[in-house]
């Protein structure tokens, strides 16, 4: 999932102290899973702009909305939702990256007699997995060119953190990594997989130069289903 | 001759080198590339010129490397992966040939963390592993690694690094096979104090037979005092310092660590010469260069041999 954390109180105040009605809208899918933007925390921030306003004696209304998933014009296409968005100055999505441009760019092109200002309060952080009770760790970049099959399942672009792909550098240590203690080896994890599998051999030979094509490297990557298009 | 260089001949004929090593100044300070070239002149056969070592800011490698040769000594410039893509790293390796440098290091390079921009992107665009064999397509076809010609004649003696005291420890042999199966000449290992633990490493590699593939120069550094020992042992990864040889440099008595410390290094660099699969010393008196004279003076490799 896409693992995303709160901005500080102090940022998300700053976005909006010019205006005087503010709509918080969540998200009800990845960020809802990590614990950063689904309908708890969609209810924290408002009462703490809530509170914050009324400190300042200012009056301030803070609305609260939901989306499922703020990414799908599917899902933001709620006349509830829309009325609010219309009602609102300013609207903070706590949605990822994706979902506060998407909410940008939908209701933009829904609402036409004024331009809508989405801001976030999140920073999108990694695609993850969930470890434990409140860890999460990076495990994908996207780099559009999956090796995992090479490496044991475990992914040398993102965890190791030169993203070396010919094996551990010098710098590891007791299998972890030289730039932090607490991050394992990408490397060592894959050579004592591989060795486990049997397969070190297919490690022996010089990984060719990556493509970077297929990974972030010129402007937003898109793909079209032909089959699913009509 | 794969590159011509000084290094390249004397380990051809069999000599015994010694490399060492050069940090440039953290600015635009030639004179003091130039000092530091003078202290090691005649003492080494060629001097390492490190590319912004540990990622603090410093003079580039290349410029560093044409300064000291224009003091008459022969550079292997190091060049790190994380600065560059393949567009730039090959771009000044052709300058670096045009300037006349013929030998070259290819690392993975410390990781920007440990910099002094730690806030800094980094690239690692290709692998120390790719770099070597991309400076191998570079010499041997004559051709870029998109397949396009080169203009001119291109040599380079390739080398890289390996540390035998990472982990994990049984990988490490076959890390140094892939180097040498990527066109790897020569090696330049991490700083060796942990003598038996690198017999073992040897052993292993002159099973495989990799010395005969490249040639293995060991690493050395002579230890200062008792508390540089025990810094470098808890915070540089990959750096084994057994305690009998932190015990005798604390037994030497205070003001005379360092001399103890020199005395160390000379046996050590005896005991590596008869070492089997060994063709060399690479010397890394960093901010010692003023004491490299004495050191090799000491362990009997002077005077160098001539090419």
């Known amino acids: 999932m896409i693992v995303a954390e709160r901005k500080p109180f102090s940022e998300i105040l700053s976005m909006v102290e010019d205006y005087s009605k503010i709509l918080v809208i969540g998200c009800g899918s990845c960020v809802t899973i990590c614990m950063a933007g689904g309908e708890e925390e969609v209810k924290l921030l408002a009462s703490q702009l809530r509170m914050a306003f009324r400190k300042n004696k200012r009056g301030v209304e803070v609305e609260e909305a939901m989306a499922l998933r703020q990414c799908d014009d599917e899902y933001m296409n709620d006349p509830v939702l829309l009325d609010k968005v219309r009602a609102a100055d300013i609207v903070i999505s706590m949605a990822c990256g994706v979902g506060v441009q998407h909410a940008t760019t939908f209701f933009n092109r829904i609402i036409l007699d004024k331009p809508i200002k989405v801001v976030p309060a999140l920073n999108t952080t990694f695609m993850g997995a969930n470890l434990d009770v409140g860890i999460w760790e990076e495990r994908c970049v996207g780099c559009g060119d999956c090796v995992l099959e090479k490496t044991g399942g475990i992914c040398p672009v993102t965890r190791c953190a030169k993203s070396l792909l010919n094996g551990p550098c010098g710098g590891s240590s007791n299998g972890k990594c030289e730039i932090n203690k607490e991050t394992d080896c990408a490397w060592h994890l894959i050579v004592e997989r591989l060795k486990a599998l049997g397969e070190l051999d297919r490690i022996k030979p010089v990984e060719p130069y990556k493509d970077w094509r297929p990974s972030h490297n010129g402007g937003p990557r898109r793909i079209v289903r032909e089959d699913m298009r009509i | ?307």
Not at chain 2, 93 to 112: E, K, P, T, V
Not at chain 2, 139 to 162: L, N, Q, T, Y
Request: charge should be negative; proline fraction near 4%.
């Open chain 2, 1 to 307: 001759m794969k590159s011509g260089s000084n290094l390249e001949s004397l380990l051809e004929k069999g000599e015994f080198v010694v490399t060492g090593e050069l940090g440039p100044p953290k600015g635009p300070d030639a004179e003091a590339v130039k000092k530091k070239a003078r202290m090691l002149k005649g003492n080494v056969d060629a001097v390492n010129i490190t590319d912004n070592q540990t990622a603090i800011v410093r003079m580039s490698s290349i410029a560093a490397c044409k300064i000291l040769m224009d003091e008459g000594l022969e550079p292997n410039m190091q060049m790190v992966a994380r600065d560059r893509n393949r567009i730039a790293m090959m771009s000044d390796i052709f300058g670096a040939s045009a300037l006349g440098i013929r030998n070259m290091l290819c690392l993975s390079g410390d990781h920007q963390t440990f910099g002094n921009h730690p806030e800094a992107k980094n690239v690692f665009d290709i692998d120390s592993i790719q770099m070597i064999s991309m400076v191998k397509t570079m010499r041997d076809e004559h051709k870029v690694i998109s397949g396009d010609e080169i203009e001119g004649d291109f040599k380079m003696f390739i080398g890289a690094a390996c540390n035998p005291f990472a982990d994990p420890a049984w990988y490490r042999p076959l890390r140094l096979a892939k180097k040498v199966e990527a066109g790897v000449d020569f090696i330049q290992t991490q700083c060796i104090y942990d003598m038996k633990r690198f017999k073992e490493f040897m052993k292993q590699i002159v099973d495989m037979g990799l010395h005969e593939k490249c040639k293995i120069l060991a690493g050395v550094t002579p230890l200062k005092s008792v508390g540089m020992a025990r810094y470098m042992a808890a915070n540089v990864s990959g750096i084994i310092i057994p305690e009998e040889m932190i015990d005798r440099l604390k037994g030497a008595g205070k003001g005379n660590a360092a001399t103890e410390g020199i005395k160390i290094l000379c046996e050590q660099m005896q005991e590596l010469k008869e070492m089997e699969g060994i063709a060399g010393i690479h010397l890394m008196a960093i901010e010692w260069e003023h004491r490299v004279p004495e050191i090799m003076e000491m362990a009997g490799f002077l005077p160098r041999p001539e090419v």
